[in-house]
């Protein structure tokens, strides 16, 4: 994405786009969402995974929210958002909203919103979301896999797609903070615990294989770090330790030119909560719908006939 294509989504986004047309847009999207995190805290992680999930693939514009019609194939059905959860939270947030402005506040701006809400919820920051996007018409399922990290990428690919979205490697530390909340299936980290991996402490890794068979178990949950409901930075104090959970995580401390980020954030929980929310606001740049481009949903989950 060129600079002047991100300057240009910048000035057609405002943090009071709603002020007039929906001023109770906010406090009612933040009581939607946290009383689903209240009932689920693992929610949190999810809002926020569902956010980066939106974005990095064709921008910030819902299309992960879209189901399957005749018209269209959902992204929904691709590997790495198969087990993307809260669909059902933006939903709930959108119906509400229904009620008090219809037609006026977007899905894209909901999940940007949510995502905000559910880090302050977990005790993470907060910052002021830039509002204005619009919702696409369309899903783009072909383009999922090659925009999103996969579990076991290496550091240079990982640098690599985040610089495609105009994000530096500092915004990818940041950002990749998230997995401070939540939990992960087995599947994703097997590999990692049970083969002869020098970038693992031997202690973790025995740990996790009681947890984590050779076979079976995919579907066993394991928390990211030592406090997966609390925003906070021990994710970083893990993966210094060598025991960051997934390949991603730990391939940020390995010799690379990332390991300085995460030993500032390590040991700075500030800088590394202002870094976050940062971040955050450029993710929710990336090539939003605005103006009279897309539409707004009367549900998230289908575009409007």
């Not at 294509?5 to 002020?19: M, P, W």
């Not at 579990?151 to 998230?178: C, E, H, T």
């Not at 390590?266 to 090539?287: E, H, N, T, V, Y």
Request: a positive charge; one cysteine or more.
């Amino acid at each position: 994405m060129s600079t002047a294509a991100i300057r240009r989504s910048e000035a057609q986004l405002s943090t009071n786009f709603y002020a007039k047309s929906c001023p109770n847009a906010l406090p009612a999207i933040r009581t939607s969402i946290r009383a689903a995190i209240a009932k689920d805290p693992r929610m949190s992680a999810a809002l926020i995974r569902l956010h980066f999930h939106d974005c990095f693939v064709h921008g910030c514009d819902a299309s992960n929210l879209l189901n399957n019609s005749q018209t269209i194939k959902s992204e929904k059905d691709s590997p790495p958002n198969v087990s993307t959860r809260g669909h059902q939270v933006i939903d709930a947030a959108k119906a509400q909203l229904e009620t008090i402005c219809p037609a006026v506040v977007s899905c894209a701006d909901i999940l940007a919103v949510a995502a905000r809400d559910a880090s302050a919820f977990a005790g993470g920051p907060s910052w002021d979301v830039k509002l204005g996007r619009r919702d696409s018409t369309a899903a783009f399922p072909d383009e999922v896999m090659g925009n999103l990290p996969f579990f076991n990428s290496d550091l240079q690919i990982l640098i690599d797609l985040f610089k495609r979205k105009g994000l530096s490697p500092r915004d990818m530390v940041a950002l990749s903070g998230a997995h401070t909340l939540g939990l992960a299936p087995c599947f994703s980290f097997r590999e990692r615990i049970h083969s002869n991996n020098a970038n693992i402490d031997p202690g973790f890794a025995s740990a996790l294989r009681r947890r984590c068979p050779a076979v079976g178990g995919d579907s066993n949950l394991v928390a990211m770090d030592m406090t997966p409901d609390k925003f906070d930075n021990n994710y970083f104090t893990n993966i210094v330790q060598r025991k960051g959970l997934l390949k991603t995580d730990q391939v940020l401390f390995s010799g690379g030119v990332t390991d300085s980020i995460v030993m500032e954030y390590s040991q700075s929980p500030s800088r590394f909560s202002a870094d976050f929310a940062a971040a955050m606001i450029k993710m929710g740049d990336l090539q939003p719908l605005t103006g009279s481009a897309g539409q707004v949903r009367k549900i998230c989950s289908a575009a409007n006939k």
